[in-house]
């Protein structure tokens, strides 16, 4: 069992940053591929950035691409995303994931969810 809470939502300005925080329980933190997905109003849940367990490899959907960095500190069982120059249309609420299989885009295959904090991005 993993518990993924996350924090660092709120309100910010078109054009400004936040950086998501995503603090997950358990000793075998690195052992687990991590996700970030996000639902906007009256969307589905998509796919924003997944990082493998040991942190070399990162992957982005397009729209995010240049604006937004995945990272991890194992030694902190923490992952983070930096969201930069962001725009309206990234308002959502965003959820961390944890998959054991290696990082995805899907969202079936992600094992374990956090509750979600809310990004709000003011034109």
């Known amino acids: 069992q993993v518990l993924l809470v996350e924090s660092g939502g709120g309100l910010v300005q078109a054009g400004g940053s936040l950086r998501l925080s995503c603090a997950a329980s358990g000793r075998t933190f690195s052992s687990y591929a991590m996700g970030w997905f996000r639902q906007g109003p009256g969307k589905e849940r998509e796919f924003v950035a997944a990082i493998t367990g040991s942190g070399p490899n990162e992957y982005y959907t397009d729209s995010v691409k240049g604006r937004f960095t995945i990272s991890r500190d194992n030694a902190k069982n923490t992952v983070y995303l930096q969201m930069n120059s962001l725009k309206s249309e990234d308002t959502a609420v965003y959820y961390c994931?944890?998959?054991?299989?290696?990082?995805?885009?899907?969202?079936?295959?992600?094992?374990?969810w956090g509750q979600g904090t809310q990004v709000t991005v003011s034109s």
């Open positions: 994931a944890a998959t054991p299989r290696g990082p995805a885009a899907l969202r079936r295959s992600y094992d374990y």
